[in-house]
């Protein structure tokens, strides 16, 4: 194994579900300090060199969702050509780095996730580590779509408003950077995940809820597969909730009445089924789907905001930070900034571009690069594990 002192390129390898995915992320500045009992890593100056996503939307449709089989043996035929895209992307004419093959870590995503899925990504990236003789990291799923909201270029648009309101704080002032603060407040919303995290520092990350049952974007999934919309199903009854109005039809918030940060949407699917069901008797789907989907996209975002805002009251984060598949929701992007632009003390808001929204390698190779030293290891120590925990 090289050694890792210097870390200057990590390639980035993600295969958790139904995209592969590899980026190449170039570290700029890392500037470490011992915050706690580990050194950890306060800042992070990268660029992003490649970030390249091969989507299997489309084997995926005609089931109405991921076929796990199907996803394995796409994986296995993308991969290779993907990692050499992301790899050949970065002597490309706006980075013009000279070696493609010039890698100094590789950090994959070993879990949670579909396990013949996973497989394909950790078993390349060992053979890639092994061939190279190169340190290896894991990388947890979900820490990938926290540190989605680690960048700094894609966060200034959103973040400008509030740092005009505050101007006179030093806390958000431009030459200090827009990355989250500490404590901060996660809010994680994907297709196999949803639930809330407190981010004290880079190592200490404590859940506070999760789903019960559906993830958000699972509910978002089946209740399109209900209106007969395509697969994948956020995007789609995000497009046609645009023509529904509100007080049409009314849906349950659940768990918005409890103390605690857990999550439960299966209530709601069920709610919308039966309305469905009612409502096709006497109308063409046609005629409700807009409708629909605007009352159950708004009972999501309730919900989702509703918790953020009651954990915000209680644990008082500087910042606030919305990622997953589901942030790709403008609306729901929306409707949380406006409730944290509300909140007593001054928090920031911090969502991911929209390239880093679903599921993509450079969130993957950005988590590696906020990681402590100690984590890297050899491709003999790196195992998939399909209900990996965010420890
Ligand atoms: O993070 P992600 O790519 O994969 C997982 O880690 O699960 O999230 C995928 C989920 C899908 O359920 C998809 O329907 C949802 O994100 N999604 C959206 C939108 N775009 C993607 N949900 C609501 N609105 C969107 N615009
Ligand atoms: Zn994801």
Redesign the pocket.
């Known amino acids: 194994m090289q050694n890792p002192k210097l870390i200057k390129r990590i390639l980035a390898i993600e295969t958790?579900?139904?995209?592969t995915a590899a980026a190449v992320i170039k570290i700029k500045e890392l500037r470490t300090e011992n915050l706690d009992s580990k050194a950890s890593v306060l800042s992070s100056q990268f660029s992003i060199l490649s970030n390249i996503v091969a989507s299997q939307i489309n084997i995926h449709k005609k089931f109405g969702g991921v076929f796990p089989e199907h996803a394995s043996r796409a994986h296995s035929e993308k991969i290779i050509p993907v990692v050499e895209e992301a790899l050949t992307k970065v002597q490309s004419t706006k980075y013009k780095e000279k070696n493609k093959d010039n890698i100094d870590l590789v950090a994959v995503t070993t879990g949670p996730?579909l396990i013949g899925s996973l497989l394909i990504g950790v078993n390349f990236a060992k053979t890639y580590a092994y061939a190279k003789n190169l340190p290896i990291i894991g990388i947890n799923?979900w820490l990938g779509?926290i540190y989605s909201c680690f960048t700094e270029k894609e966060l200034r648009t959103e973040n400008l408003e509030l740092r005009r309101k505050n101007s006179q704080s030093s806390d958000l002032s431009p030459q200090i950077s827009n990355l989250p603060s500490f404590p901060s407040l996660i809010l994680i919303?994907?297709?196999?995940?949803t639930g809330l995290v407190l981010m004290k520092s880079h190592t200490n990350i404590q859940p506070l809820g999760e789903t019960l049952d559906d993830?958000?974007?699972?509910a978002?999934?089946k209740v399109?597969k209900l209106l007969g919309l395509e697969?994948?199903?956020?995007?789609a009854?995000?497009k046609v909730a645009q023509k529904g109005d509100p007080n049409i039809y009314k849906f349950p918030r659940s768990m918005l009445d409890r103390k605690d940060y857990n999550f439960s949407f299966s209530g709601l699917k069920t709610a919308v089924l039966y309305k469905v069901q009612e409502l096709t008797k006497r109308y063409p789907l046609n005629a409700i789907r807009s409708q629909i989907a605007y009352e159950f996209?708004q009972a999501v975002i309730d919900i989702l905001v509703g918790k953020t805002i009651q954990a915000a009251y209680e644990f008082k984060p500087k910042s606030i930070c919305l990622c997953?598949?589901?942030s790709?929701?403008?609306e729901?992007r929306q409707q949380l900034k406006m409730a944290v632009e509300k909140l007593p003390s001054k928090t920031s808001y911090h969502v991911p571009s929209m390239e880093l929204?679903?599921?993509n390698a450079a969130m993957i190779g950005i988590a590696a690069a906020y990681q402590d030293k100690s984590k890297y290891t050899t491709w003999d120590k790196i195992n998939a594990d399909a209900n990996l925990k965010l420890d």
Request: aromatic residues 6%.
């Open positions: 958790s579900c139904d995209e996730g799923h779509h919303v994907s297709g196999g995940h993830a958000a974007g699972e978002f999934d399109a697969y994948p199903g956020g995007p009854i995000s996209q997953g598949g589901v790709a929701n403008k729901l929204t679903t599921d």
